[in-house]
């Protein structure tokens, strides 16, 4: 394969697999970092040359995605992602376009109680103040949040298409799709064109409580028989989905799909999903785990090339 030399791809710790399947896509040179954590607790990036000239006037494309992880959490996700960029743009790279699979701190987009601080908007100005070119995400909570950023370009990547032909590949038929808040109304209906013009979606109602993080929830149960899509974009602590999973088997579903962009899968969340009955936990290779079964690689690099 020809490698194209002009464009260089760094792979950021938390994007190792989808870092290097996008630089394939691409045809481009792909470039590791190092990274560690002195004793103090602060954390050491650099990018993995010995010849910084190697970035010079270069168009580099920066993939990391800021999820937690068993090696590192959302903060250090986050300041290695700034010093990624901060490198690349010290050693005069000519662009600098920066992948984030998925954004952190995207649902603190609100303020719900007195007193609380709207920090996905701060995330989102530090990232504009390193002057980057152009930032591509994937499937953000509320991407209103992206309205205010000042840099050239911004595109937030749809993954449905993608989540929907893999379920689809796995023989799932008289699909419903669930909405299992009113918030994801709206992405569950463009995900259900998905599957056929006529494929009905059931919006649960779920009620969070603002201090305990508790859930509740109801819904329609007329499922009797039906396969049963639950689609939100993120999987957390897997509260949320092991509620509606539950209503969807009491509405007597037939095979029910665990389907999220980004499957954190925190805390118990594999335990609490299979055991509400799922039969499958479907996520995107934006966060590296047992659920990535979709990958974003070549819808990312279509919007690069
Ligand atoms: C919230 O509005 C999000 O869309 C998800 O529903 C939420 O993050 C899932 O969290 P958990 O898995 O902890 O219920």
């Not at 603002?210 to 028989?225: D, Q, R, Y």
């Amino acid at each position: 394969m020809k490698i194209i030399m002009d464009k260089i791809l760094i792979v950021g710790p938390a994007s190792q697999i989808l870092g290097v399947r996008i630089a394939r896509e691409l045809g481009i040179q792909c470039i590791n970092t190092e990274t560690k954590t002195f004793p103090d607790g602060e954390n050491y990036l650099r990018i993995n040359i010995d010849d910084e000239t190697l970035i010079e006037g270069k168009e580099v494309i920066i993939v990391q995605s800021t999820g937690p992880s068993s090696n590192g959490n959302q903060n250090t996700r986050l300041f290695e992602l700034f010093m990624m960029i901060d490198s690349i743009k010290r050693m005069l790279a000519s662009k600098v376009i920066v992948v984030i699979p998925y954004l952190a701190y995207a649902r603190q987009d609100k303020i719900f109680r007195p007193g609380e601080c709207q920090f996905a908007d701060v995330v989102l100005r530090i990232i504009d103040s390193m002057q980057i070119d152009e930032l591509y995400v994937v499937d953000v909570h509320a991407p209103e949040v992206l309205q205010e950023l000042i840099v050239n370009k911004v595109v937030n990547i749809d993954s449905m298409k993608l989540l929907a032909d893999y379920i689809k590949s796995l023989g799932a038929s008289d699909i419903v799709v669930v909405s299992p808040d009113k918030g994801a109304v709206e992405r569950s209906k463009a995900f259900a064109k998905h599957f056929g013009e006529n494929v009905k979606v059931n919006v649960f109602e779920k009620k969070r409580d603002v201090k305990t993080g508790e859930i509740t929830m109801s819904g329609n149960l007329s499922l009797k028989n039906k396969d049963v899509v639950i689609a939100d974009d993120i999987i957390a602590t897997g509260g949320t989905m092991a509620n509606a999973i539950k209503i969807s088997k009491e509405g007597g579903a037939n095979k029910i799909y665990a389907v999220a962009t980004h499957a954190l899968l925190l805390q118990q969340a594999k335990y609490r999903i299979l055991n509400a009955g799922a039969d499958e936990i479907i996520g995107t290779d934006s966060i590296d785990n047992e659920a990535s079964k979709v990958s974003l690689a070549k819808a990312i690099a279509d919007y690069l090339k």
